[in-house]
């Protein structure tokens, strides 16, 4: 289906507080009072009291911030999220998500619903959805991307990052290499006319992909690797927040994934199954930066991780299948008829792939 190609300037969201580094999380009550806001509604991740510790709550007192209302977050459920932000008491000035992507999510949700300013604190790098316009919410029965807004505030703690399990850092490393792949599906899906076309969006998104390959070793336990990865997955965030649509960040990658997640016994995380669909989905492409994505899985030790619990051949072969109708008329390289085809011949003889996938 053929767009109407108009185009007007839009106006767009940015967080206002800003702040990456060691030891910042118990400095949040500084950034808050600085900001005016005296009256938190916090909503923590599971077990995310004993990781951050008393400092942070410190931190909050030393400023005479008050928590009015605190909850971990346990499900994700739609109904449950408007509830929740429609019971909190009056004058609070902000909402503060500390943790994961379902703690994130529900808090971000939450302010979206009140029009109140959110703050979000990731404890891990796994995915670009921190600072995206959006959320993964359950909606009867089934997990859907539903329209939120960016955060007023990111504040990452590189001293909490660098205990996270390899896995939470390898996600975040195959939701970023995605870029290349999704790029390149929009500007095809926009070449075709089905997709309108933001030139600052994917610049955005191309930079991103240059912090992370570009200023570094491949340690990914170093300080300078993952304060590489979050500036990374925050700007991924915002590309998306510019074009107004996730296509910046998701193309013919994360389809797979979508499909994967619907398919699979046991889905592996998000980022993972990304990561080797990009490699995938990057072969089919004839991607021009398919050795700098082998480069990265290679050298960062994503490609090892993955061969020590393969993803499972019959499970791809399903994915690759239904991957294109995940979306409607969505072009990626999986809607050419002959992409499936290939797929089989790529998983047959690429050496990276036979690791990946038995």
Same mark, same amino acid.
């Given at each position: 289906m053929?767009l ?7 106006q767009?969201?940015?967080?206002y507080l800003?702040?990456?580094?060691e ?5 949040i009550?500084?950034y808050l ?5 005296g009256n938190?509604a916090l909503?923590l991740g599971e077990?995310?009291e004993?990781?951050?510790?008393d ?9 005479s911030?008050?928590?009015?209302f605190?909850e ?9 999220v408007?509830?929740?932000a429609f019971?909190?008491p009056?004058?609070?000035?902000a909402?503060?998500g ?5 703690a ?6 939450a ?10 604190v990731p404890?891990?790098m796994s995915?670009?959805?921190f600072?995206?316009p959006?959320?993964s ?13 960016i955060?007023?505030?990111v ?5 909490v990052i660098?205990n996270t ?6 996600s975040?490393i195959g939701d ?7 790029l390149?599906d929009w500007?095809e ?6 997709e309108r076309?933001?030139d600052? $969006?994917?610049?955005m ?6 912090? &992370?390959?570009l200023?570094h070793? #491949? !340690?990914?336990?170093? *300080? ?5 990865l979050?500036n990374?997955l925050?700007i991924s965030g ?16 994360h389809l797979?994934?979508?499909a994967?997640?619907?398919?699979s016994?046991?889905?592996k995380?998000h980022?993972?199954?990304?990561g080797m669909?990009t ?6 492409q004839n991607?021009?930066?398919?050795a700098?994505v082998?480069s ?5 030790g994503f ?7 393969p993803f499972?051949?019959?499970e791809?072969e399903?994915a690759?299948?239904? $991957?294109p109708?995940?979306?409607t008329?969505?072009?990626?390289? &999986?809607s050419?008829?002959?992409s #499936? !085809?290939?797929a089989? *011949?790529?998983?047959?003889?690429d050496n990276l792939?036979?690791q990946m996938?038995?």
């Amino acid at each position: 289906m053929r767009l109407n190609q108009t185009y007007t300037n839009k106006q767009i969201d940015i967080p206002y507080l800003l702040k990456i580094g060691e030891g910042k999380l118990a400095k949040i009550g500084k950034y808050l009072s600085d900001k005016e806001f005296g009256n938190i509604a916090l909503f923590l991740g599971e077990g995310m009291e004993e990781l951050i510790g008393d400092a942070f709550f410190a931190g909050l007192k030393a400023f005479s911030i008050k928590t009015v209302f605190k909850e971990t977050v346990t499900g994700i459920d739609l109904e449950s999220v408007a509830h929740t932000a429609f019971s909190l008491p009056a004058g609070v000035d902000a909402v503060i998500g500390i943790g994961g992507g379902k703690a994130l999510d529900f808090a971000k949700y939450a302010a979206y619903l009140l029009k109140l300013p959110y703050v979000a604190v990731p404890t891990v790098m796994s995915n670009d959805g921190f600072c995206s316009p959006s959320v993964s919410l359950t909606v009867s029965g089934k997990r859907k991307s539903v329209k939120s807004g960016i955060p007023f505030g990111v504040v990452i703690d590189l001293n909490v990052i660098k205990n996270t399990p390899d896995v939470f850092l390898y996600s975040g490393i195959g939701d970023m290499v995605s870029k290349i792949t999704a790029l390149r599906d929009w500007k095809e899906a926009f070449r075709k006319g089905t997709e309108r076309f933001n030139d600052f $969006a994917s610049l955005m998104a191309y930079n991103s992909l240059d912090i &992370l390959f570009l200023k570094h070793s #491949f !340690d990914i336990r170093s *300080s300078e690797f993952q304060r590489s990865l979050a500036n990374s997955l925050l700007i991924s965030g915002l590309a998306m927040e510019i074009a107004g649509s996730s296509r910046p960040a998701s193309g013919s990658e994360h389809l797979i994934s979508h499909a994967l997640d619907s398919i699979s016994a046991k889905p592996k995380p998000h980022g993972v199954q990304v990561g080797m669909a990009t490699y995938l989905c990057a072969l089919l492409q004839n991607n021009e930066n398919l050795a700098d994505v082998a480069s990265v899985l290679k050298n960062t030790g994503f490609l090892a991780f993955v061969a020590q619990d393969p993803f499972d051949r019959r499970e791809i072969e399903q994915a690759l299948k239904s $991957a294109p109708s995940v979306k409607t008329d969505y072009y990626t390289v &999986l809607s050419e008829t002959d992409s #499936f !085809d290939r797929a089989l *011949s790529f998983l047959n003889t690429d050496n990276l792939l036979k690791q990946m996938v038995k």
